[in-house]
């Protein structure tokens, strides 16, 4: 009898959960492009983590187009959450404004367009620069040597972020870029001396982009006798890991706008090396079907 109750709830709480679910993804309506998209999407920009810099960054941009005097708000999210409803918007035809940036799968995967921003609150095009502690020079000059030769392109970067997005592990995938591009590898470590077995401390937020490149120049740096433990944190932590001397370094710097906040916070107690990637770029995005949502003032 007992057993039979059982089946019976489980069986009612997942018809009605059924019930409840589609009820609730039929409600939400296609993108109408002759009506308010603010008003479609309940005046919400999908956001992600509350201390990247892109997040401080959309906040001035709310202010300076005035959003924030509209009923406007960023959701505070995860990433990984932030990705996940648009995959689903974007299945449904639905609207969304999202919080992006490139280099990024989401660009590859799906049909997106940056917001224009003519008061240029996020900049044309945003730098990754690489940050070591105060000291590393003296201490570790081998070290410092080759993160101050450390550079790729965005496309560069982009395959070695699809390939883990795709499964495989960071380790793997820096470790078969290195091999693949062994001649700017090579640039970084040459005639630099062996060190055996030294200890070095990477830090950096879990953001594809970031797993890709502190992977690959944690190898570059084992590769000539290191061994590097990699952290990832969130940003406040990982700026305060460098100026502190917690780590010794992070390849991970969104400059001079995403993370100029902290850059500023901490000026004087890092030494900056200056970028090892030209061209990223951060700003509000909207799947192509938008067509009627072009610049940041058309969310007005
Ligand atoms: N991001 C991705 C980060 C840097 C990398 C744009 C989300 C940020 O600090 O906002």
């Not at 290195?178 to 030294?198: E, L, M, P, R």
């Not at 970028?275 to 940041?296: R, W």
Request: aromatic share 10%; proline share 3%; net charge positive.
């Amino acid at each position: 009898m007992k057993k039979i109750t059982n089946k019976l709830l489980i069986f009612i709480s997942v018809f009605f959960s059924i019930v409840l679910l589609s009820g609730c993804s039929s409600q939400m309506a296609k993108y109408n492009p002759k009506e308010s998209v603010g008003k479609q999407i309940n005046y919400t920009i999908t956001g992600i983590e509350a201390g990247a810099g892109e997040m401080a960054t959309t906040q001035k941009a709310m202010k300076a187009y005035g959003l924030d005097k509209g009923n406007w708000q960023l959701q505070t999210s995860s990433t990984a959450a932030m990705l996940s409803t648009l995959g689903k918007s974007i299945r449904y035809k639905q609207p969304i404004v999202i919080t992006g940036w490139t280099p990024h799968w989401m660009f590859t995967k799906y049909k997106l367009k940056f917001l224009k921003d003519p008061k240029n609150i996020y900049g044309k095009t945003e730098d990754i620069n690489t940050i070591v502690r105060k000291g590393l020079k003296k201490d570790k000059p081998e070290a410092y040597e080759l993160l101050n030769r450390f550079h790729w392109r965005p496309e560069q970067m982009s395959s070695v972020m699809l390939k883990v997005n795709h499964g495989e592990s960071p380790r793997k995938a820096a470790g078969d870029w290195i091999k693949q591009n062994q001649a700017q590898v090579n640039s970084w470590t040459k005639g630099i001396k062996h060190v055996h077995g030294q200890k070095l401390k990477l830090t950096y937020v879990a953001w594809d982009s970031e797993i890709a490149s502190t992977n690959v120049v944690a190898n570059a740096l084992r590769s000539i006798g290191y061994k590097v433990t990699i952290q990832a944190m969130e940003l406040q932590p990982m700026w305060t890991s460098i100026a502190t001397k917690a780590a010794d370094g992070t390849v991970s710097a969104w400059l001079p706008n995403t993370q100029g906040l902290y850059y500023n916070d901490f000026k004087g107690r890092f030494d900056d090396l200056g970028e090892n990637l030209h061209g990223a770029k951060v700003g509000l995005a909207v799947p192509t079907y938008m067509k009627n949502v072009n610049s940041i003032s058309d969310l007005k």
